[in-house]
Protein backbone atom coordinates (compact mmCIF):
# COMPACT_ATOMS: atom_id res chain seq x y z
CA UNK A 1 0.00 0.00 0.00
CA UNK A 2 1.04 3.33 -1.39
CA UNK A 3 1.24 6.39 1.60
CA UNK A 4 1.77 9.76 1.52
CA UNK A 5 4.73 10.31 3.43
CA UNK A 6 6.54 8.72 0.25
CA UNK A 7 4.93 11.28 -1.80
CA UNK A 8 5.89 14.21 0.65
CA UNK A 9 8.38 13.67 3.13
CA UNK A 10 7.74 17.38 4.85
CA UNK A 11 8.66 17.16 8.87
CA UNK A 12 5.54 18.39 10.45
CA UNK A 13 7.33 21.72 11.19
CA UNK A 14 7.48 22.53 7.32
CA UNK A 15 3.67 21.45 6.69
CA UNK A 16 2.81 23.59 9.64
CA UNK A 17 5.03 27.27 8.00
CA UNK A 18 3.90 25.87 4.73
CA UNK A 19 1.02 27.35 5.26
CA UNK A 20 1.75 30.81 5.76
CA UNK A 21 3.80 30.21 2.17
CA UNK A 22 0.62 29.37 0.83
CA UNK A 23 -1.37 32.48 2.03
CA UNK A 24 1.34 35.19 0.77
CA UNK A 25 -0.95 37.43 -1.75
CA UNK A 26 -3.05 39.62 -1.68
CA UNK A 27 -4.71 42.55 -4.22
CA UNK A 28 -3.51 46.23 -5.52
CA UNK A 29 -4.49 48.56 -2.50
CA UNK A 30 -5.60 51.96 -2.99
CA UNK A 31 -2.33 54.06 -3.18
CA UNK A 32 -0.38 50.73 -4.30
CA UNK A 33 1.10 47.64 -3.84
CA UNK A 34 2.41 46.37 -0.45
CA UNK A 35 5.31 45.48 0.06
CA UNK A 36 5.89 41.53 0.21
CA UNK A 37 6.43 41.63 3.97
CA UNK A 38 3.32 43.88 4.51
CA UNK A 39 1.70 41.20 2.73
CA UNK A 40 2.94 38.36 4.46
CA UNK A 41 1.94 40.61 8.10
CA UNK A 42 -0.71 40.97 7.12
CA UNK A 43 -2.05 37.84 6.11
CA UNK A 44 -0.51 36.14 9.22
CA UNK A 45 -2.37 38.13 11.10
CA UNK A 46 -5.69 37.32 9.75
CA UNK A 47 -4.56 33.54 9.82
CA UNK A 48 -4.50 34.18 13.53
CA UNK A 49 -7.88 35.40 13.90
CA UNK A 50 -9.39 32.64 11.88
CA UNK A 51 -7.61 29.69 13.90
CA UNK A 52 -8.17 31.57 17.48
CA UNK A 53 -12.28 31.99 16.71
CA UNK A 54 -12.83 28.64 15.15
CA UNK A 55 -10.26 26.04 17.23
CA UNK A 56 -12.80 23.68 18.06
CA UNK A 57 -14.85 23.58 14.79
CA UNK A 58 -11.06 22.89 13.01
CA UNK A 59 -10.18 20.22 15.56
CA UNK A 60 -13.52 18.15 14.84
CA UNK A 61 -14.81 19.29 11.56
CA UNK A 62 -12.72 17.92 8.06
CA UNK A 63 -15.35 19.41 5.78
CA UNK A 64 -14.52 22.62 7.67
CA UNK A 65 -11.23 22.31 7.44
CA UNK A 66 -10.51 21.41 3.85
CA UNK A 67 -13.41 24.25 2.61
CA UNK A 68 -11.95 26.79 4.73
CA UNK A 69 -8.18 25.60 3.28
CA UNK A 70 -9.67 25.74 -0.55
CA UNK A 71 -11.62 29.43 0.69
CA UNK A 72 -8.12 31.31 2.40
CA UNK A 73 -5.33 29.00 0.88
CA UNK A 74 -6.12 28.16 -2.61
CA UNK A 75 -6.37 31.57 -4.25
CA UNK A 76 -3.79 33.27 -3.48
CA UNK A 77 -0.90 30.81 -4.71
CA UNK A 78 0.70 30.65 -7.98
CA UNK A 79 0.20 27.20 -8.87
CA UNK A 80 1.08 27.09 -12.19
CA UNK A 81 4.61 27.76 -11.69
CA UNK A 82 4.88 26.27 -8.37
CA UNK A 83 3.80 22.75 -10.07
CA UNK A 84 6.08 23.70 -13.33
CA UNK A 85 9.08 23.94 -10.90
CA UNK A 86 8.35 21.26 -8.81
CA UNK A 87 8.21 18.98 -11.73
CA UNK A 88 11.20 19.99 -13.64
CA UNK A 89 11.69 19.11 -16.76
CA UNK A 90 9.02 16.19 -16.41
CA UNK A 91 6.70 19.42 -16.61
CA UNK A 92 8.48 20.17 -20.36
CA UNK A 93 8.02 16.48 -21.33
CA UNK A 94 4.46 16.14 -20.07
CA UNK A 95 1.70 17.11 -22.54
CA UNK A 96 -0.55 19.89 -21.47
CA UNK A 97 -3.76 17.62 -20.41
CA UNK A 98 -0.80 16.03 -18.49
CA UNK A 99 0.17 19.62 -16.64
CA UNK A 100 -3.29 20.27 -16.23
CA UNK A 101 -4.20 17.27 -13.99
CA UNK A 102 -1.01 17.00 -12.49
CA UNK A 103 -1.82 20.92 -11.09
CA UNK A 104 -4.81 20.16 -10.10
CA UNK A 105 -4.08 17.41 -8.20
CA UNK A 106 -1.27 18.85 -6.86
CA UNK A 107 -2.66 21.96 -5.94
CA UNK A 108 -5.43 19.51 -3.67
CA UNK A 109 -2.62 17.91 -2.05
CA UNK A 110 -1.10 20.92 -1.05
CA UNK A 111 -4.27 22.03 -0.32
CA UNK A 112 -5.77 19.54 2.05
CA UNK A 113 -2.05 19.05 3.76
CA UNK A 114 -2.00 22.45 4.87
CA UNK A 115 -5.61 21.80 6.23
CA UNK A 116 -4.27 18.74 8.52
CA UNK A 117 -1.90 21.37 9.88
CA UNK A 118 -4.51 24.37 10.96
CA UNK A 119 -5.09 22.09 13.89
CA UNK A 120 -1.44 21.84 15.03
CA UNK A 121 -1.11 25.75 14.85
CA UNK A 122 -0.69 27.26 18.34
CA UNK A 123 0.37 30.68 18.95
CA UNK A 124 3.30 32.55 16.85
CA UNK A 125 5.43 35.60 16.04
CA UNK A 126 7.25 36.96 12.99
CA UNK A 127 10.77 38.68 12.64
CA UNK A 128 11.72 39.88 9.05
CA UNK A 129 14.97 39.79 8.77
CA UNK A 130 17.54 41.98 5.90
CA UNK A 131 15.92 41.51 2.24
CA UNK A 132 18.81 42.37 -0.17
CA UNK A 133 16.31 42.27 -3.58
CA UNK A 134 16.02 46.00 -5.36
CA UNK A 135 13.19 48.00 -4.53
CA UNK A 136 11.27 47.58 -8.13
CA UNK A 137 12.22 44.11 -8.40
CA UNK A 138 9.55 41.57 -9.29
CA UNK A 139 11.44 38.40 -7.69
CA UNK A 140 11.82 38.80 -4.21
CA UNK A 141 12.76 36.52 -1.30
CA UNK A 142 11.63 37.74 2.24
CA UNK A 143 13.24 36.31 5.02
CA UNK A 144 12.00 35.89 8.29
CA UNK A 145 12.33 33.78 11.46
CA UNK A 146 8.94 32.15 13.06
CA UNK A 147 8.88 32.13 16.80
CA UNK A 148 6.79 30.29 18.98
CA UNK A 149 6.54 29.91 22.59
CA UNK A 150 9.02 26.79 23.66
CA UNK A 151 10.37 26.43 20.30
CA UNK A 152 13.40 27.64 18.38
CA UNK A 153 12.84 29.41 16.37
CA UNK A 154 12.95 28.84 12.48
CA UNK A 155 13.99 30.52 9.48
CA UNK A 156 12.01 30.86 6.84
CA UNK A 157 12.46 32.53 3.18
CA UNK A 158 9.63 33.01 1.04
CA UNK A 159 9.99 33.20 -2.81
CA UNK A 160 7.67 35.76 -4.30
CA UNK A 161 6.91 37.45 -7.81
CA UNK A 162 4.84 40.08 -8.48
CA UNK A 163 2.19 39.07 -11.15
CA UNK A 164 0.25 41.83 -12.46
CA UNK A 165 0.98 43.89 -9.42
CA UNK A 166 -0.29 40.69 -7.15
CA UNK A 167 2.49 39.35 -5.19
CA UNK A 168 2.24 35.59 -5.27
CA UNK A 169 4.05 33.59 -3.59
CA UNK A 170 5.85 29.98 -5.34
CA UNK A 171 7.83 28.61 -2.91
CA UNK A 172 9.59 28.19 1.11
CA UNK A 173 12.75 27.83 2.26
CA UNK A 174 12.69 26.45 5.71
CA UNK A 175 16.24 25.98 7.25
CA UNK A 176 17.64 25.49 3.99
CA UNK A 177 15.13 22.82 2.72
CA UNK A 178 12.94 24.02 -0.16
CA UNK A 179 9.51 22.93 -0.60
CA UNK A 180 9.82 22.72 -3.99
CA UNK A 181 12.99 20.92 -4.22
CA UNK A 182 11.79 18.21 -1.50
CA UNK A 183 8.77 17.62 -4.13
CA UNK A 184 11.02 17.62 -7.37
CA UNK A 185 13.03 14.65 -5.84
CA UNK A 186 9.82 12.82 -4.51
CA UNK A 187 7.79 13.29 -7.92
CA UNK A 188 11.09 12.93 -9.98
CA UNK A 189 11.55 9.25 -8.57
CA UNK A 190 7.29 8.45 -9.19
CA UNK A 191 7.84 9.49 -13.13
CA UNK A 192 11.38 7.53 -13.49
CA UNK A 193 9.12 4.23 -11.81
CA UNK A 194 5.71 4.75 -13.17
CA UNK A 195 5.86 7.29 -15.66
CA UNK A 196 3.43 10.94 -15.58
CA UNK A 197 0.19 9.23 -15.37
CA UNK A 198 1.43 7.02 -12.87
CA UNK A 199 2.66 10.21 -10.64
CA UNK A 200 -0.92 11.64 -11.25
CA UNK A 201 -2.80 8.83 -10.42
CA UNK A 202 -1.06 8.27 -6.86
CA UNK A 203 -1.54 11.71 -5.91
CA UNK A 204 -5.12 11.37 -7.22
CA UNK A 205 -5.39 7.98 -5.18
CA UNK A 206 -3.93 9.97 -1.52
CA UNK A 207 -6.42 12.82 -2.14
CA UNK A 208 -9.33 10.61 -2.30
CA UNK A 209 -7.68 8.55 0.88
CA UNK A 210 -7.79 11.65 2.67
CA UNK A 211 -11.21 13.13 1.79
CA UNK A 212 -12.74 9.56 2.79
CA UNK A 213 -15.20 9.63 5.94
CA UNK A 214 -13.30 8.86 9.33
CA UNK A 215 -14.74 5.19 9.81
CA UNK A 216 -13.57 4.61 5.82
CA UNK A 217 -10.32 6.05 6.55
CA UNK A 218 -9.81 4.31 10.15
CA UNK A 219 -10.52 0.76 8.92
CA UNK A 220 -7.26 1.09 6.38
Same mark, same amino acid.
Given at each position: ????? +? /??RCP?????? +? /?LLALLSTQVIADGVQTPEAVIKEVSDELKIILRDNRERIKTDRAYVFRLADEVVAPHVDFYRLSSLALGKHWRRATPAQQQEFMRQFQRMLVRTYATAFREFGDWSMRFLPRHDAQDADNVIVRSEIQRPGATPVTVSYRMHRNNGVWMAYDV??????LITNYRSTFSKEVRRNGMDGLIKRISRLNDQRIAPPKLADSD
Open positions: MMHET +S /VCPWVVIA +S /VVIEGIS
